[in-house]
């Protein structure tokens, strides 16, 4: 069965510090990737997705950057954080027509 | 681009009855998708109905149903006999086909559902 992972669960970090969100899916090859940011009364809100290694768009211009060095690996980053990037993300896989999520990091900025 | 429009922010209902949560889109496609999410207080994300744009039959899961008005761009979920465990936030969401291949999930901002005694 396909399974995907996400960590860490909670992440505090200081101002100007840097980020690396990591997601690993099992049991499937070559799936689509998806970065997702859950901000309180925003919905879910599409930043990344990737079709393969090393393909990546952005969906939306932000202080944080993806990048997929393997097939099942999928990686947010950031350089310097901002107070505006606290939130939910959600890292996410599809099949077909279903989209599979993983548990989330809540991320503070402080 | 598509849009999801989910217009209750906040709704309760009795235990063992009957809800309807809202949802509106905008697109230009013919082919696309329409879910339902439920997040818990957990944060995962669990997939409560789906619906082919193609198909004019409505979708059901047991309790749950969808009222889906492709013309009108509506794709409301009832939910029958509600339950303690329905309490959570529901993502209406639209998926479309990226030519470059893979899917493109849009979301609606949610309805936070409290089932009450």
């Known amino acids: 069965s396909q399974t995907i992972h996400q960590w860490p669960a909670t992440l505090v970090q200081p101002v100007g510090s840097p980020l690396s969100l990591e997601c690993t899916v099992e049991g499937t090859s070559n799936p689509n990737l998806y970065w997702y940011r859950q901000a309180a009364g925003r919905g879910l809100q599409l930043l990344f997705y990737s079709v393969g290694i090393g393909q990546i768009s952005s969906e939306v211009p932000q202080n944080l950057s993806a990048s997929r060095p393997q097939d099942r690996q999928f990686i947010l980053s950031s350089k310097k954080l901002l107070l505006s990037d606290s939130g939910f993300y959600l890292c996410?896989?599809?099949?077909?027509?279903?989209?599979?999520f993983g548990q989330g990091t809540r991320l503070t900025v402080v | 681009a598509q849009t999801v429009t989910q217009s209750q922010p906040e709704m309760s209902v009795q235990e063992a009855e009957t809800v309807t949560l809202s949802c509106t889109y905008d697109t230009s496609e013919n082919n696309y998708y329409l879910f339902w999410y439920k997040q818990p207080p957990s944060r995962q994300m669990i997939l409560v109905i789906r619906q082919e744009a193609y198909k004019q039959q409505n979708a059901t899961e047991n309790r749950f149903s969808v009222n889906f008005q492709k013309a009108a761009k509506s794709f409301s979920l009832k939910i029958s006999d509600s339950q303690l465990g329905d309490t959570a936030m529901y993502f209406c969401a639209f998926m479309k086909l990226l030519t470059g291949g893979g899917n493109k999930l849009t979301f609606g901002t949610g309805t936070q559902l409290k089932v009450e005694l």
């Open positions: 996410a896989w599809n099949r077909n027509t279903e989209a599979f």
